[in-house]
């Protein structure tokens, strides 16, 4: 069964960068679209960025584009989202998740997700 593992969040100032990355076990990532997604206390799981198992990228949000860019690396096994000029608002718990049909299905797994704050 496949499993999903973030990993790069942390504490960073505004204006800052991050890569986070979404790494799968139990299968291969290059047959499944993957998404991410964040969390932000007190409201609910919002879309962020997706690639298709064909490489086509996705933005689930306006409000995002051109700060967050995902990618993959499908020898690694591996999802990252690459989000730059970071703002307070973006603090949230970041999440991959996976299906085996296409960005715009519902998610069949999910990680646990990787905690980033922005502030001063």
């Known amino acids: 069964q496949l499993q999903l593992v973030e990993s790069g969040g942390g504490s960073v100032q505004p204006g800052g960068s991050l890569r986070l990355s979404c790494t799968a076990s139990g299968d291969t990532l290059d047959t499944y679209a993957i998404g991410w997604y964040r969390q932000a206390p007190g409201t609910e799981r919002e879309g962020v960025s997706c690639?298709?198992?064909?490489?086509?990228?996705?933005d689930y949000a306006d409000s995002m584009k051109g700060r967050f860019t995902i990618s993959r690396d499908n020898a690694k096994n591996t999802v990252y989202l690459h989000v730059h000029d970071l703002k307070p608002e973006d603090t949230a718990v970041y999440l991959c998740?996976?299906?085996?049909?296409?960005?715009?299905?519902?998610?069949?797994?999910w990680g646990k997700g990787t905690l980033v704050t922005v502030s001063s």
């Open positions: 998740a996976a299906n085996g049909a296409s960005c715009l299905s519902g998610m069949d797994y």
């Open positions: 690639v298709s198992s064909g490489g086509r990228t996705f």
